[in-house]
């Protein structure tokens, strides 16, 4: 449905993929604030350089396959896929060397701590006699150069795969004078960087990739090689759904294979190549000059991550903190579920630990009073602890169902074994739909209970990630309301059973009424400003891309609703408008944790702090798919001391926020204004820390 009572024009919209580039941008641009320990700030240049890669391998390579596929169809902004990857290329380019400027500096920043990257000219002939050794015992026996010949075709290069390229004397006495062509990948199992000594507490070290081209004689003897490069190629990794599939899993194991092996869309090549050598590999990758991107320095800056585990001194990273364990839990001894059943609980990770949900899986599953066990996993660690706890569950008799989500990308080999590991011990293991992906976070737990049963739910804003957990903030609803419960066990039987949710009190849920729910929501506010009354409206998400939401949100800028919002990543809504979106505000926090949960408020004729206003939390961003693609939740909060820690604590100290926040600008740009004056700066993740806030027992935050 598209809203036709406001004028929209495509000027009024930022393009989806450009957006994101922008707001990796702003990641790196972390790695050259000097304010940041030196540790984190190689850690922001990996990060970027890491999305990057995965823009390419997905968001990239869709729109050249759009644009060589002859598709038409517009972005919301108007763009054509060929327009589309002319504009994203241009960025990724100038992204590029962004990052390899800021390596630059940090490299000889590195230097001030005693780590050294020497380049190949500046290796003494000391250095080198001590480093052969090290080559021939081990490096050279696990590398396996490839001559191209007839009989050598041109062996498979992984994704991201970092490779050596030489051009040689031929072979025979035939080939002489012909040049022979070799191909060497580089093994991933190989350290990086290889330490070569130590002097004055200087740590010295060098690529493994410049370790072989200073003994690419001892890997060629008697061999003259003429020319040598290397090149990292990224390849389109998506997978797309076939709905003739009968096994969803046999058909994921194959796709997974297949992306091995999808198309090379990028292709990363150390500057000053030779021609000769620019040309055989252009050729061979089966790409165009448009997609070859000449670096200057090491390729991959994702792999800089492993120099931060070098010396991990506390004098350049951040400081330390302990996350707390919510307090009501220690007051009861541990119980979790007695904690619950006495008030609801939210968990604020990272600052408060997710050992809580955990431990609330873990109880379950030893507790003989607990009957059944349903929970949602899209993501987890390896080694989960969530997935122990759930197979201890059923080896223990109970009832155990498990919805794994195949189409979890990147994670999908690592779901099929953990769904394997389930099924053998006695879990029913569910894979929801072929043409919807199952995002809620969402575990319900029944206990018998003086004769009666009583339902526990666990919702979730992220993954049930141990590990995510630490750096994304995220929120862990807990509670023994049975009417959520009943909301949350349709959910659970729409997945596994195809059986469509009735009337639903306090949960809206996608593909169904989430959408309409956000609508309704906003028109309520739109009704109240028209009246003349106190409207207002604030959100925080990843994305928000519906352009349903966008028009809508424009009408609500329009009739006078005062609007907040807090995107970490893409943002297709332009604020600033004259007479369209004056009153949106539009900011993005990025810090020293990934923020990930979803609010959604709404003031229904009140300000900020408010006991009134509707309050949710979700699983899902404003996105075309999670709104009409997925199955999400969207929870309405109803306790009073959890509505008031969600809203007046958590909400209000993202838009506070002055350290962390970079503010959207109706050109797309964002600006980044640290605020000098000590009484009225903030710093969310800070406060946070410092702060027990949730316990309500933090000092208070609105001043």
Same mark, same amino acid.
């Given at each position: ?14 393009? $989806? ?37 995965? /823009? ?27 327009? *589309?990857?002319?504009?994203? %290329? ?36 000391? *250095? ?37 390229? /030489? ?25 990086? /960087? ?66 091995? =092996? ?72 541990? %119980? ?23 431990? /609330? ?17 899209? $993501? ?7 997935? $122990? ?150 959100? !925080? ?8 939401? #966008? ?26 408008? !004259? ?37 949710? #939390? ?6 075309? =798919? ?18 008031? *820690? ?9 838009? !506070? ?47």
């Amino acid at each position: 449905m598209m809203l036709n009572n406001i004028k929209t024009d495509k000027l009024q919209y930022f393009n $989806r993929e450009l957006s994101w580039l922008k707001f990796n941008d702003r990641v790196l641009s972390l790695a050259s604030d000097r304010d940041l320990p030196l540790h984190e700030r190689m850690n922001f240049l990996s990060i970027s350089a890491t999305n990057l890669d995965e /823009f390419l391998n997905v968001r990239f390579s869709g729109l050249v396959g759009q644009y060589k596929s002859g598709v038409s169809e517009l972005s919301i902004d108007g763009k054509s896929p060929h327009e *589309q990857v002319q504009a994203t %290329n241009t960025q990724i380019s100038t992204l590029i060397d962004t990052q390899y400027s800021i390596w630059g500096d940090l490299s000889s920043e590195l230097k001030n701590v005693n780590i050294n990257i020497l380049k190949l000219n500046q290796i003494s002939q000391e *250095q080198k006699a001590s480093l052969k050794q090290y080559f021939l015992d081990s490096i050279l026996p696990v590398l396996s150069p490839i001559a191209i010949d007839p009989a050598h075709p041109f062996p498979f290069i992984p994704n991201l795969g970092l490779t050596m390229a /030489f051009v040689m004397n031929g072979v025979s006495k035939k080939s002489k004078d012909e040049n022979l062509y070799v191909i060497l990948p580089i093994p991933s199992t190989i350290e990086r /960087f290889i330490f070569v000594n130590e002097v004055e507490k200087q740590k010295t070290f060098i690529t493994v990739e410049d370790l072989v081209e200073l003994f690419a004689s001892d890997l060629f003897p008697n061999k003259k090689i003429f020319d040598i490069t290397k090149f990292r190629i990224l390849r389109d990794t998506e997978i797309e759904i076939q709905e003739e599939s009968e096994d969803l899993v046999v058909f994921y194991e194959e796709a997974l294979q297949r992306r091995k =092996r999808g198309e090379v869309v990028y292709v990363e090549i150390e500057n000053q190549t030779s021609s000769l050598l620019m040309e055989f590999i252009k050729n061979e990758m089966n790409v165009e000059d448009y997609f070859v991107k000449e670096i200057d320095g090491i390729l991959g800056l994702e792999s800089v991550r492993e120099l931060t585990k070098i010396n991990p001194s506390s004098l350049y990273s951040y400081k330390k903190f302990s996350p707390r364990f919510p307090e009501r839990i220690r007051e009861h001894n541990g %119980n979790c579920f007695a904690a619950i059943k006495q008030k609801d609980i939210i968990v604020h990770h990272p600052y408060e630990s997710f050992d809580v949900v955990v431990q /609330f899986l873990q109880q379950a599953s030893q507790d003989p009073d607990v009957l059944t066990i349903k929970q949602t996993l899209y $993501r987890t660690s390896d080694n989960s602890p969530i997935v $122990r706890a759930l197979i201890d569950a059923a080896q223990s008799g109970k009832t155990v169902t498990a919805v794994i989500e195949l189409k979890a990308r990147f994670d999908e080999e690592t779901n099929i074994k953990f769904a394997r590991d389930m099924e053998r011990a006695g879990v029913h293991v569910i894979f929801g739909f072929l043409e919807l992906k199952t995002h809620a976070k969402a575990t319900l737990i029944v206990r018998k209970e003086n004769s009666k049963l009583v339902t526990y739910t666990h919702l979730g804003t992220g993954n049930y990630h141990p590990i995510n957990a630490k750096i994304y903030t995220d929120l862990s609803f807990f509670t023994a309301d049975q009417n959520i419960a009943k909301d949350i066990n349709q959910l659970f039987n729409y997945v596994t059973g195809y059986v469509e949710p009735g009337k639903m009190s306090n949960i809206s849920m996608s593909p169904f009424n989430l959408h309409t729910t956000l609508i309704n929501e906003i028109n309520n506010e739109i009704k109240i400003a028209e009246s003349g009354g106190e409207a207002n409206i604030w959100l !925080k998400m990843n994305s928000l891309i519906d352009q349903n939401i #966008i028009d809508l949100l424009y009408k609500a800028s329009s009739a006078g609703v005062k609007i907040s919002i807090v995107v970490r990543g893409i943002c297709c809504l332009v604020p600033g408008l !004259k007479g369209l979106s004056e009153n949106i505000e539009v900011k993005s926090i990025i810090g020293r944790f990934l923020e990930h949960s979803r609010i959604y408020c709404f003031g229904n004729g009140n300000r900020l702090p408010s006991d009134s206003a509707n309050v949710f #939390i979700s699983s899902a961003d404003l996105m075309p =798919r999670n709104l009409h693609r997925r199955v999400e939740f969207l929870a309405r909060i109803d306790n009073k001391t959890v509505h008031r *820690q969600i809203l007046d604590q958590i909400m209000l100290a993202n838009i !506070k926020d002055t350290e962390n926040s970079w503010t959207l600008l109706s050109n797309g740009n964002s600006i980044r204004k640290k605020d000098t004056n000590n009484s009225t700066r903030f710093d969310a993740h800070d406060y946070f820390i410092n702060n027990p806030s949730l316990s309500g027992r933090g000092k208070s935050i609105h001043k």
